[in-house]
């Protein structure tokens, strides 16, 4: 059976592992082993040259069509044309493009884009790429919020969304952006050894005695965001499409190719649009260093998430007394976990975001059931409720707690009131329910750390701090600070991403007590156990 320190240990050694064998990974997409043989002369066997080294006159043409796949240019409009196409140019223009009825009416429209030789129609030309791209996603729209006293909102939206469709009906959206690359390096491949993620990308032609890959041709689904969809109802029959253009490396190229899978295969295992574009935002909004540094970042914090919960759940097994611990400070932080989940799950925030909320919840109840001493008693399929009795010194934390919550309900609870009152007569929401959560949550959030009071009352009353879990508290920290970060790179409610920095205030006022009241063996520990108190061996006998 392995010890907690030696369990641990084995935790931390799996973790730099697998950090270990992410970079290196990491380092095998991002460089590429070039031809060997390519360095003998341009004859080289097994080598696959770059048919862009040949500098051919190339058109970029843009076409749109309701069909999958086009075999003519039957049906299919020409929105943009790029003639004297030059590879190392980037470039954003914004078009418009009409919408057909069939798209109008919950259809899909797509974009096919041709790279071929100037002044050739792309479907005549036998070195021409292409590749195609829905210009149309489906989601359910957001919910219409009003004003619950007075029921003022866009009343006239609302009407002709119920004339067409429900409001928890998929429609049809406009993706606004259309982001091409195109691979621009004069890169000499090893036909033998192609890399599978390019190479269902390039297209082969024989010239000679030698193999070339034609132009590579990439759209960046990263950049299709959330914020840039548009709902397409029936009146619609243009809409604009920004279509931009740059040049990609190979390292790029590649580790773009696997972030996009990465993201499908969210998709595919029911994350919602909403959830893939908060993933989508890391790398799309930050540069390849921050992102490095951002999936270091994450990786620690999964760490220290595991030992925070894996402590913090030892720590209240063990627990047998609530001596030095506040009660109402427990039942407070289990009542604001479960609001701020919920609230979060109203706001369709990102699953990596709300899995960890919902985690925390279920073991910030657990917490409760082991504070109040809670059994369970199951009487013919009816549960009977009993609850645990307290000792002297219980009973004194408990007047502490009492009292600091005393002092506490004169300021916290005429500020949540009309707080509340406030946001009711002035802003906008999508139901009463979401009203009371986004009250709820707004007074956690604001006047949540007041509630950590009572703890901070009981330890300057009991002048220890030797009850707390601070194997627990130091994994939080950390986190707390890694929480700082992902503050500015993941999208969240404003109110959350201020409370990140509210608990970095709370923890410096709990290590001020921990240096101004030093630990006394004589004190009773985490475990309501003091050193004094074990019985002392027998001594040996002569």
Same mark, same amino acid.
């Given at each position: ?24 990974? !990491? ?64 470039? *954003? ?7 057909? #009825? ?20 792309? &479907? ?21 919020? @009003? ?11 609302? *009407? ?152 913090? @759940?030892?720590?209240?097994? #063990? ?78 934390? *408990? ?32 139901? &009463? ?18 509630? !950590? ?90």
């Amino acid at each position: 059976m392995l010890s907690r320190s030696s369990f641990t240990s084995l935790v931390v050694g799996v973790f730099a592992l697998y950090v270990a064998h992410t970079c290196w990974v !990491m380092y095998g997409i991002v460089y590429t082993r070039p031809c060997p043989a390519a360095a003998a002369g341009g004859g080289a066997a097994g080598c696959v040259w770059p048919y862009l080294a040949r500098r051919p006159k190339l058109q970029l043409s843009v076409y749109t069509t309701t069909r999958s796949n086009i075999g003519a240019e039957s049906n299919i409009d020409l929105v943009l044309n790029v003639e004297d196409f030059d590879i190392e140019s980037k470039f *954003e223009r914004t078009v418009n493009v009409s919408v057909p #009825k069939k798209t109008r009416n919950n259809g899909t429209l797509y974009a096919y884009i041709f790279l071929h030789h100037a002044g050739i129609l792309p &479907w005549h030309d036998g070195k021409q790429v292409h590749i195609v791209s829905p210009l149309t996603t489906y989601m359910v729209p957001k919910p219409e919020e @009003i004003n619950l006293l007075t029921g003022e909102s866009a009343t006239q939206q609302i *009407e002709a969304e119920k004339q067409t469709n429900t409001l928890d009906e998929p429609v049809s959206h406009w993706r606004s952006r259309l982001t091409l690359n195109i691979m621009a390096e004069d890169f000499v491949f090893d036909g033998s050894s192609l890399p599978a993620d390019v190479h269902r990308y390039m297209k082969m032609v024989q010239l000679g005695k030698t193999v070339h890959y034609l132009p590579i041709l990439f759209i960046d689904q990263l950049s299709n965001r959330v914020k840039d969809l548009m709902v397409i109802n029936r009146s619609t029959t243009q809409l604009p499409l920004t279509v931009s253009y740059d040049k990609i490396s190979l390292g790029k190229l590649r580790f773009w190719i696997h972030m996009q899978d990465a993201v499908y295969s969210l998709q595919q295992f029911g994350f919602s649009e909403k959830d893939a574009d908060e993933v989508k935002g890391i790398f799309v909004d930050t540069n390849l260093y921050f992102l490095a540094l951002t999936f270091f970042v994450a990786a620690f914090h999964l760490l220290f998430d595991f030992l925070a919960f894996k402590n913090d @759940i030892s720590f209240w097994k #063990k627990k047998r007394s609530m001596i030095g611990m506040s009660t109402k400070a427990v039942l407070w932080r289990c009542f604001s976990t479960v609001v701020i989940f919920l609230f979060l799950l109203d706001e369709q925030t990102s699953l990596l975001v709300l899995i960890p909320a919902g985690i925390g919840a279920v073991i910030e109840l657990w917490k409760v059931k082991k504070a109040l001493k809670m059994t369970i008693k199951w009487e013919v399929l009816r549960p009977r409720i009993q609850f645990g009795t307290y000792n002297d010194s219980e009973k004194k934390t *408990e007047e502490y707690d009492t009292q600091a919550m005393k002092y506490l309900s004169y300021l916290l609870y005429p500020l949540c009131i009309g707080g509340a009152g406030y946001s009711l007569m002035n802003v906008k929401y999508k139901s &009463w329910y979401s009203w009371l959560i986004n009250s709820f949550v707004n007074g956690v959030y604001a006047f949540g750390f007041l509630f !950590m009071l009572p703890q901070l009352f009981v330890n300057y009353k009991m002048k220890s701090v030797a009850h707390l879990p601070w194997k627990a508290f130091t994994y939080k920290a950390f986190n707390t600070f890694i929480d700082d970060i992902f503050a500015f790179i993941i999208t969240m409610p404003t109110s959350h991403r201020l409370a990140c920095f509210r608990d970095d205030v709370v923890f410096l006022v709990y290590l001020y007590q921990r240096w101004l009241y030093p630990v006394d063996k004589s004190r009773v520990n985490e475990y309501g156990e003091s050193y004094e108190e074990k019985p002392k061996k027998k001594a040996h006998r002569e």
